[in-house]
Each structure stands twice: as structure tokens, then as C-alpha cells.
T-cell receptor
């Protein structure tokens, strides 16, 4: 069964600094997709970035980038130039050929002014 | 483009009562998902629809939970009777329906259920 691990329950970062949120995964499938979502206190899950297992380049979306290390089965999210509005829960998720999306337990990011 | 709509946003009920949640997916999205998110945890898939057919309901507690998507658009999730442990946020999501690993899910604002 697929498993997603986020080892950092909480992280702090200074405004304008970069921060890396860790995510490791476990699957026996060769084809899978990795996703990161942001969940502010309002509760909505906001899609941030996607990485396919066959993608050779690391995904980037604005200030978000995904450090994909396939051999180590890690898909860390990097947020550059942190802003106060980045304070939220961040969830890593994976979808493989079973089609269901599995989420990690999340990391709470707090951006300090 | 309108996002995923859910109602109500909040609901408080007594245990053993019934409750229903409604979801309207993004227009044109064939696949609809219901998730349960207990405080401090990631979302857990309850049921997945492709158009009006069920793709996966393996984690749906079928003795008390039911869901339908009769016309392949809107969906309702019902709990009858509710238990204290059902207190959670119920998230609806939709995707284009390609049923591929690349298929991105977009979420609604969720319904926060409190069972007293």
C-alpha cells in the first residue's frame, strides 16, 4: 500500500527566507503523481504543484518548486521568499495506478515577520 | 471558472441524528471525491465517483454513510446515524476524470461537522 510521510509537524521561517518541507513516499508502481496542497485556516485545500514520476525536470510554479529525488523517494516542497500569507498547513499527496490519492499528515508552516 | 461548491459550511448535530452534505463540482469535471479530514490529520478518501458510477468506496463506512451522484454532476453525502467520531471536515473535490496519475483534484471549502 502506498504511504506518504511528512516528518515535520511544524516549521518556522522568517519572512523573505526560503523553506523546505519534507515528504517521502512509498509505492511499488513506476507511474505515479506527487502533489502538494496548502490548507489555510479557512479549510480549503489549495493545489500548489504537481510532479510526475517520469518528469525529468523538477516542477516549478512561481515561488514553489519541488525537489524530486526519485531514487530516494522524496518530493520536498521549496517555498522561496516566504510571505506572511504562506502560513498554513501543507500536505503532500500521491496518486498511483490504484487511482486513489493518499495524503501525508501535513506540516504546519508559520512565517514570522 | 467557478470552483467546487459545498454546503453547508458548518453543521452541529446531536449524536444519532442524520446529516447531509452537498457538493457541486467544477463544470465539466467527471470525477468527484468525498474526503473526511479529522483534526490534525490529512484527508482520507471516502468515495470516488466517475460520472454517476462509484469507482472506489472501500473506505466508506457503509453502515452509516451513503453517497450518491444521480445525474453525474451534484453529489450528496449522508450520515445516518451520526457518531461522536464523525466530527471532522468533509471535503469534496473534483477532477477532469482522466483517471490517470496526473489528474489534479480541486477541492471545495469543506463542511465542518461537529457531533455532540
Amino acid at each position: 500500500a502506498q504511504k506518504i510521510t511528512q516528518t515535520q509537524p511544524g516549521m518556522f521561517v522568517q519572512e523573505k527566507e526560503a523553506v523546505t518541507l519534507d515528504c517521502t513516499y512509498d509505492t511499488s508502481d513506476q507511474s505515479y503523481g506527487l502533489f502538494w496542497y496548502k490548507q489555510p485556516s479557512s479549510g480549503e485545500m489549495i493545489f500548489l504543484i504537481y510532479q510526475g514520476s517520469y518528469d525529468e525536470q523538477n516542477a516549478t510554479e512561481g515561488r514553489y518548486s519541488l525537489n524530486f529525488q526519485k531514487a530516494r523517494k522524496s518530493a520536498n516542497l521549496v517555498i522561496s521568499a516566504s510571505q506572511l500569507g504562506d502560513s498554513a498547513m501543507y500536505f503532500c499527496a500521491m496518486r498511483d495506478n490504484n487511482n486513489d490519492m493518499r495524503f501525508g499528515a501535513g506540516t504546519r508552516l508559520t512565517v514570522k515577520p | 471558472e467557478a470552483g467546487v461548491a459545498q454546503s453547508p459550511r458548518y453543521k452541529i448535530i446531536e449524536k444519532r441524528q442524520s446529516v447531509a452534505f452537498w457538493c457541486n463540482p467544477i463544470s465539466g469535471h467527471a470525477t468527484l471525491y468525498w474526503y473526511q479530514q479529522i483534526l490534525g490529520q490529512g484527508p482520507k478518501l471516502l468515495i470516488q465517483f466517475q460520472n454517476n458510477g462509484v469507482v472506489d468506496d472501500s473506505q466508506l463506512p457503509k453502515d452509516r454513510f451513503s453517497a450518491e451522484r444521480l445525474k453525474g454532476v451534484d453529489s450528496t453525502l449522508k450520515i445516518q446515524p451520526a457518531k461522536l467520531e464523525d466530527s471532522a471536515v468533509y471535503l469534496c473535490a473534483s477532477s477532469s476524470g482522466a483517471l490517470r496519475v496526473t489528474d489534479t483534484q480541486y477541492f471545495g471549502p469543506g463542511t465542518r461537522l461537529t457531533v455532540l
